[in-house]
């Protein structure tokens, strides 16, 4: 599960855990050796990577691996190198960055060596540039701004398109905290989109053939192993209505990894994993990745972390994943329901979904379809104890269908507004919960918060 600080929502230590389990830096995820910050050089070292991030739009620094023939490899910390603390990494990045910024710590264990690994959540909120304001010889420079680059490194711009980038991710921020306080005095309906009147039929057979793969790849499972999801579960699926289709998978593969390079959760949809098992791959006609596989030596995934997903060159997009709620060791599964989660994780697809259409050609609509089952019996709770909601409404329908068309510029301008009507179905089946706007608004205030 998530958990709400300081009006953001923070990845959970199970989504973090591939960033220690299966290292790889790319440009949302710097590694560096142990650091000792008590001494300046390496406060900067880890103040130059995590202004360098928050630039980039947000992201992770994991400390304690060192760089070997065969890639990044885990080790234990120097006995003479303090133990890292929030507080320290926080200390480092106020003595270089202006303007300063918060970063969150976690700690995660490595599943092989056993080490405890730091982890620096990098936000992506920053409405302005932030650059250095003191110097480091070797290290970082006075009054210089950076960001990532492929390699990755961490560099200065130096072309007017790096400069652009960086300020233009400034403007969209302040744009989308400029939309939220405006949602905040008037919130209207949003127009359904005019497309197709085969859009929603269509998507409906395409998400019904990939629920039909996913299937295939379970019938070996157990009848109650997680990745069968046999508490229920909930289903996505977009299509682009009117796109000029992708020429081939690896085109739509590199257009997938552009979507994915905003985060706003540690676990986002239509992930992709490093771990061979896991990793996204070409199947017929789509790309397609099943985290419910049980990776060599390694544990079994639960239900809210064996996601399936395919998506196929003509701009559609299928996944199913299990309810996190089904995961907790204080909650017997299949019992509750979370308020805000259908609000993030939806959402989140959403989005998701808007920046997939931004790299294709003459998209009109994008069509959403979502499916939850194994609802009958469940309680409406606030698992963090955020909401004041208590378990007094249940559901009496075993599943549910919601569909809404909607423009880009609706989900990327109108989101909360979208949201909130495709989700009132859904919060009915309830006991007749209303579901308000200002939830709705409110989360997806702390998930953009959250971005990185």
């Known amino acids: 599960m998530t958990t709400t ?11 973090l855990e591939p960033l220690v389990s299966e ?4 440009l949302g995820a710097e590694y560096k050796d142990w650091l000792d910050l008590t001494r300046n050089e390496h406060r900067a070292t880890l103040a130059k990577a995590a202004i360098a991030l928050i630039n980039h739009g947000g992201g992770f620094i994991t400390l304690g691996f060192e760089e070997s023939v065969s890639g990044l490899q885990s080790h234990d910390r120097p006995v003479d190198v303090p133990e890292i603390t929030q507080d320290a990494v926080n200390a480092a990045i106020r003595r270089y960055a202006s303007p300063e910024f918060h970063c969150e710590l976690y700690t995660i264990q490595h599943p092989t060596t056993g080490v405890t690994h730091p982890v620096v959540v990098v936000p992506g909120t920053m409405t302005e540039p932030v650059m250095s304001k003191r110097d480091c010889v070797g290290v970082i420079s006075q009054n210089k701004s950076y960001i990532r680059k492929p390699g990755p490194r961490s560099e200065e711009p130096q072309t007017g398109e790096e400069w652009r980038t960086l300020l233009n991710r400034c403007v969209r921020a302040g744009r989308e905290d400029m939309l939220e306080a405006i949602r905040s005095i008037v919130s ?12 929603i039929a269509d998507l409906r057979s395409f998400s019904e053939a990939g629920r039909a793969r996913w299937q295939e790849l379970i019938a070996n499972e157990p009848s109650d192993a997680p990745p069968r999801f046999p508490n229920g579960c909930y289903e ?12 081939g998978l690896a085109t739509l593969q590199e257009r997938l990894r552009q979507a994915r390079r905003i985060k706003l959760t540690g676990w986002t949809p239509f992930l992709e994993m490093g771990t061979p098992e896991w990793a996204p791959y070409p199947h017929e006609n789509f790309v397609e990745a099943w985290v419910g596989r049980t990776a060599t030596d390694r544990s079994p995934r639960t239900a809210s972390h064996s996601d399936y997903w395919r998506a196929s060159p003509v701009g559609k997009l299928y996944t199913i994943r299990g309810y996190s709620e089904d995961d907790l060791d204080s909650r017997p599964p299949g019992k509750v329901f979370d308020v805000t989660l259908p609000v993030w994780r939806t959402g989140e697809g959403m989005l998701f979904a808007s920046r997939l259409a931004e790299t294709f050609q003459d998209v009109e609509a994008i069509a959403i379809l979502c499916r939850y089952t194994g609802l009958k019996g469940r309680r409406l709770v606030s698992v963090t ?12 329908t075993e599943e549910i269908t919601l569909e809404l068309q909607a423009t880009s510029s609706q989900l990327r301008d109108n989101l909360a507004e979208a949201l909130h009507q495709l989700l009132i179905p859904l919060y009915e089946r309830f006991s007749f919960f209303q579901l308000p706007i200002t939830l709705v608004e409110s989360e997806l205030a702390k998930m953009a918060k959250g971005r990185f």
Request: hydrophobic fraction near 40%.
């Open 188 to 199: 209207g309906r949003v127009e359904p989109a005019t497309v197709a009147p085969n859009a």
């Open 5 to 15: 600080i300081r009006g953001r929502k923070l990845p959970s230590v199970q989504e």
């Open 385 to 396: 104890g955020d909401r004041a909601v208590f378990g007094d409404d249940i559901s009496q």
């Open 23 to 26: 290292p790889r830096e790319d």
């Open 236 to 247: 996505m699926a977009f299509s682009l209505v009117g796109a000029i289709p992708a020429n």
